[in-house]
């Protein structure tokens, strides 16, 4: 079993950055594929990005891509998401996921997820 705990969120303006971390705890040894979620009030929880174990695979919904970049840190069993030139749009609350398998942007197929954090962008 993996917790995870997100943190960094908060409320920037338009054209602003934040990043975002997620901290894992438990069984962290196995190689999981991190994921990035996002969901505002009264919207479906949308894919953001996905990096699998090794690093080099991401992929990332359209709308972010060009300025949100995932990472992670396997020795500090860490995923961060760095975003860049962030929108109104953007405004979501904003969930890391973890899969033992390869990336998906699937909700249903990542079994672990940290409680959220709020990302609010204003203009």
């Known amino acids: 079993q993996v917790q995870l705990v997100e943190s960094g969120g908060g409320l920037v303006q338009a054209g602003g950055s934040l990043r975002l971390s997620c901290a894992a705890s438990?069984?962290?040894?196995?190689?999981?594929?991190m994921a990035w979620f996002r969901q505002a009030p009264g919207k479906e929880r949308e894919f953001v990005a996905a990096?699998?174990?090794?690093?080099?695979?991401?992929h990332y919904v359209d709308s972010v891509k060009g300025r949100f970049t995932i990472s992670r840190d396997n020795a500090k069993n860490a995923v961060s998401l760095q975003m860049t030139r962030l929108k109104r749009e953007d405004t979501a609350v904003y969930y890391c996921?973890?899969?033992?398998?390869?990336?998906?942007?699937?909700?249903?197929?990542?079994?672990?997820w940290g409680p959220g954090t709020q990302v609010t962008v204003s203009s």
């Open positions: 996921a973890a899969r033992a398998g390869p990336n998906s942007v699937f909700e249903g197929s990542y079994d672990y």
């Open positions: 438990g069984r962290t040894k196995n190689r999981y594929t």
């Open positions: 990096i699998d174990w090794s690093g080099v695979n991401t």
